[in-house]
Every structure is written in structure tokens, then in C-alpha cells.
């Protein structure tokens, strides 16, 4: 089983829709969770970071987590093509700096 | 502020050749890491340095790759000699913090290596 777990897409929504994505987890010593951006070639680019259970909302990002679950989500409203990458979930414990990631999700949004 | 700065953006060797990778953190920032991506497979922690100390380094997959953070700024990966499954994209990040679980680390757009 691999540490984390993101659905494995390819997700495709139209414009304006919501972009749900997905994460679980299986260390429960996890205390810090972070959503990446990566377009294709570049490097991945943090988008949201959540450390307590429930909704963390960012502009058209909401972030939501349930520990007891091990589970952690990126909602994306009004999805905009320039939206379109691949989204990497990662976790780490709380006194390490080593972030485990997720295989990635990559997303489309059609016009 | 210049972001996290890597070279070369990719390097094709041939088996058994040696590579160096160099990556140059956010200036100031103490906390420096090596990740990896092989094709198909997810990013994978390496090891962390705080300033020159290896803090973590249970990632690195084995004796051929060397991490070196001398004086504390930039950092060099050689592997040495390269094998067919070092192919990926060798990332870096850094970070400000305490090297702790909610630093952000900031990533650099990696180097790609192709061992032929």
C-alpha cells in the first residue's frame, strides 16, 4: 500500500465547474498537508497547506481535511482551463521536513 | 527574490558515468532537499539538509549518490556511477523555517537526468 493515495484521474471538468480532488494518507503520525500545482516541465508550486480537521478556503480553493479518515481533498471552484496540471498531495509529520507525496492527479478543464 | 535555481536543466550520460547536480536554495534559507521522480512514480524524498548537516537522509537510495551542502549554501548530488533507474527528474526545495512539519518548502524546476 503506498503511503499516500490521490485518485488517479485523469479528472476532466468543463469551465466553471468544480474540480473535486482526492488524497488519503496511511501514517496517522501525518500532521501536515499540502496541495502542489506542477504544469508540465515546471516545478511544483504550493497551493494550499492544512493542518487542522475541516475546511481551509483560499480564493477558488478549499482544502479539507478529516484526520480520524486520513483523508484530504482540494476542491477547485470555477474551474479555469489555466487550471489544467497536474496536483500533487503531500504530507509530512510534524517535526520532519520530509514531505511524502502522492502518484498526482492531473486535471483538465475544458472551454 | 530569485527562486531555487538548479543545473543543468537536464544532463543525458551514459551508464556508468558520473553526474553532478547543483542546486542553489533561496537565499537565507537554511532548510535544503533533494527529491527525485522516476518515470511512473511519485516524488521521493532524498535528504534533507540544515545548513551543511544532513539532517535526514533515509531517502538516498544507495552508495552511489553523494550530497554535499559545503559552507552551507548551495548543495551538489553526484552519483556516481549512474544506472539505468537513476533516469528522473532530481528536484530541490528549500525552506526558511525550523526544517519543521509547516515549513514551506519552495521547489526548484529540476534536473532532468537520462542515463543511457
Known amino acids: 500500500q503506498k503511503e499516500v493515495e490521490q485518485n488517479s484521474g485523469p479528472l476532466s471538468v468543463p469551465e466553471g465547474a468544480i474540480a473535486s480532488l482526492n488524497c488519503t494518507y496511511s501514517?496517522?503520525?501525518?500532521?501536515?498537508f499540502f496541495w502542489y500545482r506542477q504544469y508540465s516541465g515546471k516545478s511544483p508550486e504550493l497551493i494550499m497547506s492544512?493542518?487542522?480537521?475541516g475546511d481551509k478556503e483560499d480564493g477558488r480553493f478549499t482544502a479539507q481535511l478529516n484526520k480520524a479518515s486520513q483523508y484530504v481533498s482540494l476542491l477547485i471552484r470555477d474551474s479555469q482551463p489555466s487550471d489544467s496540471a497536474t496536483y500533487l498531495c503531500?504530507?509530512?509529520?510534524?517535526?520532519?521536513?520530509?514531505?511524502?507525496f502522492g502518484d498526482g492527479t492531473t486535471l483538465t478543464v475544458k472551454p | 527574490e530569485a527562486g531555487v535555481t538548479q543545473f543543468p536543466s537536464h544532463s543525458v550520460i551514459e551508464k556508468g558515468q558520473t553526474v553532478t547536480l547543483r542546486c542553489d536554495p533561496i537565499s537565507g534559507h537554511d532548510n535544503l532537499y533533494w527529491y527525485r521522480r522516476v518515470m511512473g512514480k511519485e516524488i521521493k524524498f532524498l535528504l534533507h539538509?540544515?545548513?551543511?548537516?544532513?539532517?535526514?537522509e533515509s531517502g538516498m537510495p544507495n552508495n552511489r549518490f553523494l550530497a554535499e551542502r559545503t559552507g552551507g549554501t548551495y548543495s551538489t548530488l553526484k552519483v556516481q556511477p549512474a544506472e539505468l533507474e537513476d533516469s528522473g527528474v532530481y528536484f530541490c526545495?528549500?525552506?526558511?523555517?525550523?526544517?519543521?512539519?509547516?515549513?514551506?518548502?519552495?521547489f526548484g524546476p529540476g534536473t532532468r537526468l537520462t542515463v543511457l
Open positions: 501514517d496517522r503520525g501525518s500532521q501536515s
Open positions: 526545495a528549500s525552506s526558511q523555517g525550523p526544517g519543521l512539519g509547516t515549513d514551506t518548502q519552495y
Open positions: 539538509f540544515v545548513k551543511e548537516s544532513k539532517q535526514d
Open positions: 492544512i493542518y487542522s480537521n
Open positions: 503531500a504530507v509530512r509529520a510534524t517535526n520532519a521536513g520530509k514531505s511524502t
